[in-house]
């Protein structure tokens, strides 16, 4: 009979490295990534899916890393806001938050740089308003969005700009 | 914050998942897209003792249009209604309604049948099911049953489905041509439950309502057709008067709850202004 306290072995693969960790099943994705990954650019606010500070691609696909296991993640590809510049130059979302002041206090920014990374790889050509749509997923209590949107629009053009060039 | 401890099981099989339901009965718990049940869990509302993941079984992750049926398998997530999984009515009806539904990251994971299962009063498919006549194919070690929306539903966060069952499919009616639908929402900001919400289908011949389907949801412990107000339209010519009158027999037939959000009298206002609305949007363009 298993123990509910019993650890299993699981192996996260974040951004592009494995991490093989033991965890308690009701481990959360999240609190794996902090505290056994050492991962801790993923933030937690609210831990009920609401902030969306959590947010992570799994799969390539925007999540809660609040509301998912880490034993569900088991061998999945992960990408946290590590990952998107890792020891390179910053990511053009990166920059453009930075450029269009698309942060102040910096909570909430890992989860809207996920979610904005997330999105614009799937859909390039994104439309203003459903842009606007999925980043109304996440909250901040600083920027008042504006500048987040813009910042979001400007990587977009920077980055069909560098793939057209490339 | 939280979730108490538990065992996990991963089966990949449907029978293997059945057995587990068989054996695991009351104190354990079928995790699906995790978006409603991982909350519940960390606020420690629910602490089931064994949690059995649905993830793994992949025979049902489908979605097909069949037999004048649309087949929603148990692991079909709101994501794949962002485009019509359908043609004619009922596709566009769904993929209006999941713009409604939470958020983009929890649409990636959360379930069409996870939302039937868990029967929040303001579940937006769950009022697609209602109002559609949906059919929940429930399956357990005994066997199968298929169980109509309208007796499914049966208060806040209650269904008919027993402990040992699990929902493999729910099946909506593909509508023909001959219908048209519409779906209103009041909520205070995008992605939040929605305070009160209604969704209708009617078929309509010369400009005449032949038939209705009229459902509100968000306003009582569970969404429900609206028989008086559905009355009140067949027969009558596709008009604003109508719909006036449609509008009035919700509201005067709903018996409102009240929470943080509305007031009975606000609820009631709320479904009466989003029935009317749900008429006018399926109409909008017909040349009445
Ligand atoms: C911030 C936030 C906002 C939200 N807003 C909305 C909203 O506006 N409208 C809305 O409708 N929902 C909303 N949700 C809930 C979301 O839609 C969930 O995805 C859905 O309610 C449950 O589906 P799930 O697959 O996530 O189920 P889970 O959370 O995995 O499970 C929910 C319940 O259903 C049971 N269950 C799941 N699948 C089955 C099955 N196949 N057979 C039997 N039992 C099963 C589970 O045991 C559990 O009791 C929101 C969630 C969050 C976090
Ligand atoms: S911490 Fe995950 S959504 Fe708030
Ligand atoms: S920058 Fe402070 S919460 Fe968004």
Known sequence: MTSPHDKLAVTLAVNGRDYR?????????????????????????????????????????????????????????????????????????????????????????????????????????????????????????????????????????????????? | MKPAPFSYHAPSTLDAMLALLAEGGEDGKVIAGGQSLVPMMNFRLARPARLFDLNGVA??????????????????????FHRPPCGGPTGALLAEVVRHIAHYPIRQRGTFAGSIAHADPASEWCLVAATLGAEIVARSRAGERRIGAGDFFLASLSTALRPDELIVEVRLPILDAGWRTGFCEFSRRVGDFGIAMTAVALRVESGVVREARIGVGGVEDHPARQPAAEQALVGQPVAARAFAAAADAVAGAVRPMEDLHADAAYRRHLARTTTRRALEQACAGSGS
């Open chain 1, 21 to 166: 960790i033991a965890v308690e099943p009701r481990r959360s994705l999240a609190d794996a990534l902090r505290e056994d990954c050492g991962l801790t650019g993923t933030h937690l606010g609210c831990e009920h899916g609401y902030c969306g500070a959590c947010t992570v691609l799994v799969d390539g696909v925007p999540v809660r890393a609040c509301l998912m296991l880490a034993v569900q993640a088991h061998g999945r590809p992960i990408r946290t806001v590590e990952g998107l510049a890792g020891d390179g130059p910053l990511h053009p979302l990166q920059e453009a938050f930075r450029d269009e002041h698309g942060l102040q206090c910096g909570f909430c920014t890992p989860g809207f740089l996920m979610l904005a990374a997330g999105v614009l790889e799937r859909e390039p050509d994104i439309g203003d308003e459903a842009l606007r749509e999925i980043l109304s997923a996440n909250l901040c209590r600083c920027t008042g969005y504006q500048n987040i949107v813009k910042a979001v629009r400007a990587a977009a053009r920077r980055i069909k700009e560098a793939a057209g060039r490339g």
């Open chain 2, 59 to 80: 025979e049902l992750d489908f979605l097909r249009a069949e037999g004048g049926w649309l087949r929603i398998g148990a692991l079909a997530r709101h994501a794949a």
